[in-house]
């Protein structure tokens, strides 16, 4: 996090402290000049297409061995047999850096394969468990959290995958946009938690924060089609999750496997609960308000059961531009590796030789009151979505472990959110004392 502010005018120079094999003036093609108009009127400065290298960019993937990390590592597996770049001369991608937590052998197997120089358990315990894999040789290994944050200012690193899962992302996250990486966002907690920080880190050390959630993704890309100050709305598609035809009281009896099957999404646990709750879409509205700089009234969300429109932006001429694909998350993370270019990867594609049909509802708040929860917390900003997200991480966890029931994750939410003492302008200190807070204060209101 010691990394000096860069200024507009030194936004491409190299790094004159960093080690041989960083990147250099011979590296650099510079800016995206030849884009047209479109590319360069994304909005918000984080999201401009970053530097063009002519040579593999190095990928640091933090939350490796999750959903988010594994589908990263195939993006990267199919481009490096099968593609090449634009200037054919080699891959398109080069794996610098893994994270794990929990699953060593997952880590220690792709830290094989891809030669990772880097490879951070951030679980402290776990260099034991590193040790029963047998050295990597040429691989540097290191434990704990703050390695994490180490490895994402990693000045060899051009593009930082932020895959961890809950507001344990938020300090790599930070870390690297203090290092001016690039950041492909999957962890949306970093937005929803410290959003105005995380922007405001972005414009100061000319970081980019391009979007790996589908929704937003396909938002990033629909906005190209016109200028970000005539979007009069955006709005986010959501499947409903596995509970959409389900009645309130039928709610009150759902067990965490049926919680856990999502209908067309295969993801890690804590976001398919939140799915379920609609909490995901709470959030990704947050994300979304942080993340394209919209005002709260700007974004509306719709169910869309198939999960093939990703989501629309309005244009003031009434225009509604879409994003469509099979739900596959390969493909949103590719966008965000290789932006603003595109490569034929292995996600899955529209197929339009059968009949399909694809419909859209409003979401019913009663059923699922997360949703409001968001859509308030995104109006109002500050504290609330450290404060609300700590208190949805506690209960998720809780109903993993059958603590609690279903409808009690959105009603305890509300609870302490409606207890915390506001602030509209926290520091990065008052938001980790307040999610401390929360977390204290969500365990004593669920008595555990
Ligand atoms: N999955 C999706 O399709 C999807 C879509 C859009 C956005 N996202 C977002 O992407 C993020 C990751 O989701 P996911 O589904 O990939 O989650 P996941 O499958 O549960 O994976 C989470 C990753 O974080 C690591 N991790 C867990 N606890 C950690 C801790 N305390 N400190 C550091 N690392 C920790 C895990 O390591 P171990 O597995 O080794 O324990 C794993 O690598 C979330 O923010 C989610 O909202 C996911």
Redesign the pocket.
């Known amino acids: 996090m010691g990394n000096q502010p860069k200024t507009t005018s030194d936004s491409s120079s190299p790094d004159s402290s960093a080690p041989q094999d960083s990147l250099g003036p011979q590296d650099s093609l510079g800016p995206q000049d030849s884009l047209g108009p479109q590319a360069r009127d994304a909005g918000a400065t984080w999201l401009r297409p970053p530097t063009l290298l002519n040579r593999p960019k190095r990928i640091a993937i933090?939350?490796?061995?999750?959903?988010?990390?594994?589908?990263t590592l195939k993006v990267i597996r199919h481009s490096n047999a099968t593609s090449t770049r634009s200037d054919g001369k080699g891959g398109r991608f080069q794996v610098l850096g893994l994270?794990?937590?929990?699953?060593?052998a997952?880590?220690a197997a792709d830290a094989t394969e891809f030669a990772a120089k880097r490879v951070v358990?951030?679980?402290p315990g776990g260099a034991s468990a590193w040790k029963q894999q047998g050295a990597m040789p040429g691989s540097e290994f290191q434990v704990g959290?703050d390695a994490?944050s180490d490895l994402a200012s990693d000045p060899r690193v051009d593009i930082v995958v932020?895959?961890?899962?809950?507001s344990?992302?938020l300090p790599?996250t930070l870390a690297a946009l203090t290092a001016g990486k690039v950041v492909a966002l999957?962890?949306?907690?970093?937005m929803v938690v410290a959003g105005h920080l995380a922007t405001a880190l972005a414009i100061q050390y000319d970081a980019r924060l391009l979007p790996?959630?589908?929704e937003h993704n396909a938002i990033f890309q629909a906005m190209q089609s016109g200028k970000s100050s005539q979007i009069r709305r955006i709005v986010l598609t959501a499947s409903g999750g596995p509970f959409r035809e389900k009645s309130s009281p039928d709610l009150e009896s759902v067990t965490p496997a049926q919680a856990l099957a999502h209908p067309t999404?295969?993801?890690?646990?804590?976001?398919?609960i939140?799915s379920a709750t609609m909490m995901?879409k709470a959030?990704e509205v947050i994300e979304a308000r942080w993340l394209f700089d919209l005002p709260a009234e700007k974004i509306e969300v719709v169910v869309h059961p198939q999960s093939i429109v990703h989501s629309f932006v309005e244009f003031e001429d009434g225009s509604v531009i879409a994003q469509l694909s099979p739900p596959d998350?390969q493909l949103?993370i590719q966008f965000a590796l290789d932006y603003p270019e595109r490569f034929t990867g292995p996600a899955r594609r529209m197929d339009f030789s059968t009949a399909f049909g694809l419909n859209f509802q409003p979401p019913d708040m009663d059923r699922f009151p997360a949703l409001l929860l968001g859509l308030e917390v995104a109006r109002k900003g500050g504290t609330c979505g450290a404060v609300l997200n700590a208190a949805n991480e506690v209960v998720v966890d809780a109903f993993l472990k059958g603590q609690i029931r279903f409808p009690q994750i959105a009603t305890t939410c509300r609870q302490i959110l409606e207890h915390h003492s506001f602030d509209a302008q926290p520091s990065l200190e008052q938001l980790l004392m307040i999610d401390r807070w929360a977390r204290q204060e969500t365990r004593k209101c669920i008595g555990i």
């Not at 933090?62 to 594994?70: C, D, E, F, N, V």
């Not at 932020?162 to 809950?166: C, F, N, Y």
């Open positions: 933090l939350g490796a061995t999750g959903s988010i990390g594994q589908s994270s794990g937590h929990s699953q060593i997952q880590l358990c951030s679980d959290p994490l932020a895959a961890i899962v809950g344990a992302g790599s999957a962890n949306k907690e970093t790996v959630d589908s999404w295969k993801m890690g646990a804590k976001i398919s939140d995901n959030l998350m949103p």
